[in-house]
């Protein structure tokens, strides 16, 4: 599992010349990330901020979901490269296309979720924002200004791994997710 990887061994892994993993595990890495950085902002700033705690809690939440997409998204994004790369028999070729169609299908889902979890950390960035330790507001900026752009790529991945057709509900969901991301991460950029 990548998971367990040291981050040194992690990155040896995204960087090994073969398709897997790809951009969706290191998009999950940069928002474990990001979320990590909002929990520590949240950990400095009980006494300023009561709610903290709770906010740490939620970080803490986002951070261990965008880990395990980490391993899922490698899975989903495997499986469809070998029902790509499937014999393509004739007699057989129906329910090949079949096959292929559920897998490419299947590995948008981690990048889906992805953005779904990147506009959650970004907006609770947003609710950090000034009421976190003024010492660590700029790291809260950045984490959603990271979150937003693991959104924007989750967005393109999931329209690479659907082949989709511009009205695809699920790459509008992620276009409204990615947008929503920006705009979190623009608040606190427009605070300063």
Request: with cysteine.
């Amino acid at each position: 599992m990548l998971t367990d990887l040291s981050l040194p061994a992690l990155l040896e892994e995204l960087a090994a010349p073969r398709e897997v993993p790809g951009a969706g595990s290191a998009l999950a890495v940069a928002l474990a990330a990001a979320a990590a950085v909002v929990q520590m902002a949240a950990r400095l700033s009980p006494k300023r901020w009561p709610e903290a705690r709770g906010v740490a809690a939620q970080a803490a939440s986002l951070r261990e979901r965008a880990a395990r997409l980490i391993d899922e998204d490698a899975e989903a994004y495997r499986r469809a490269l070998e029902a790509r790369a499937a014999p393509d028999e004739t007699e057989r070729q129906e329910r090949r296309d079949w096959a292929l169609g559920r897998a490419t299908a299947a590995a948008a889902e981690p990048p889906l979720a992805l953005a779904r979890l990147a506009a959650d950390v970004a907006e609770l960035c947003a609710a950090t924002g000034t009421r976190a330790e003024p010492g660590v507001q700029a790291d809260v900026a950045v984490a959603a200004a990271l979150a937003a752009a693991v959104a924007r790529g989750a967005c393109q991945l999931v329209a690479v791994n659907l082949t989709v057709l511009p009205d695809d509900a699920r790459l509008a969901e992620a276009e409204q997710l990615a947008a929503a991301a920006e705009t979190a991460a623009a608040s606190l950029r427009a605070e300063r």
